[in-house]
């Protein structure tokens, strides 16, 4: 979560880099008046003097900081990207020794497993991942709202060939269909959303990974690439499909017999509490016809 004081923020980011607060302070110090003594940067940073040398010492061993001058020593900052660059490349030389020892250690069988996520930057990332990660078929199922943070994803994803379609809870077809590229149907032909439709996304990528998600006040999901699991999924976003393309066909007569929204149907099977929601959603629908 990001501090509101940009000073604040930056301190945090560089203590996220495994650099300590003393440290992060004596950096960010350094770069507003270098060259500097360590007296200097104490005195800038608002640092105990008898720590400031020690503090460059450790940022010398870590190259975010060089000293220049002797007599008094005086210190130089790194340039930040420089300094990032470097960070940047040997964190992904140890990501890549990383998974090549730990590969060695055996297969872990991860597809087994249905692994949580929570909060709404992780299932976000998740999304993201499995549409650029996508080959061959797209099937969402979710509220125009949650999708639209991922709408260029899906766009590019389509333009590599990918079989996208989403079952929309909302009114905005042509907004993500990019014209025809991605096929959108609207969930039972009007898109009103039910009971927990307004929070929920469902998604299946090229039959291997399936994702499902609450995005409320308390956003959580799971994630899986468990076969059995994801055919289920699979299979219900499928049967969402069909249901979009038989309302096409006889949507009217579905609604004559079980009202706007399913009505009749859902009341026997809802819990009360969505039964008395979707009841005022159908009735202001209605009352705006």
């Excluded at 996520?117 to 080959?135: E, L, P, V, Y």
């Excluded at 149907?185 to 090229?206: C, F, K, Q, W």
């Excluded at 929204?261 to 859902?266: M, P, S």
Aim: with cysteine; charged share 25%; net charge negative.
């Amino acid at each position: 979560m990001e501090t509101a004081d940009p000073q604040q923020q930056l301190l945090a980011d560089l203590q996220g880099l495994h650099f300590s607060d003393y440290e992060s302070r004596a950096y960010l110090a350094l770069l507003k008046v270098q060259p500097a003594t360590a007296y200097e940067v104490a005195k800038e940073a608002g640092l105990p003097k008898a720590n400031s040398y020690s503090v460059l010492e450790s940022l010398s061993r870590k190259e975010a900081v060089q000293p220049v001058s002797e007599g008094p020593v005086r210190y130089m900052a790194t340039p930040p990207e420089v300094l990032l660059s470097g960070i940047v490349q040997a964190t992904e030389r140890r990501a890549a020794r990383l998974k090549e020892g730990l590969n060695r250690l055996g297969d872990v069988p991860q597809h087994e497993f249905v692994w949580s996520m929570t909060g709404a930057h992780a299932i976000n990332n998740r999304i993201s991942q499995m549409i650029d990660a996508s080959t061959t078929h797209l099937w969402i199922k979710g509220a125009e709202n949650h999708l639209e943070s991922h709408r260029d994803r899906l766009k590019a994803a389509a333009d590599r060939g990918v079989e996208i379609l989403i079952v929309l809870f909302g009114t905005k077809v042509e907004h993500f269909s990019f014209d025809g590229t991605i096929t959108v149907m609207l969930h039972e032909g009007n898109g009103i959303p039910v009971a927990m439709a307004p929070y929920l996304v469902s998604m299946t990528r090229d039959f291997e990974e399936a994702l499902v998600a609450e995005l409320g006040d308390q956003p959580y999901g799971a994630y899986t690439r468990n076969k059995p699991v994801v055919n289920i999924f699979d299979s219900l976003i499928r049967h969402e499909i069909y249901f979009c393309e038989i309302f096409a066909v006889f949507g009217e007569e579905i609604q004559s017999r079980f009202g706007p929204a399913l009505f009749e149907l859902r009341k026997k099977y809802l819990p009360r509490v969505h039964v008395e929601s979707l009841r005022a959603l159908v009735g202001k629908a209605e009352a705006e016809i």
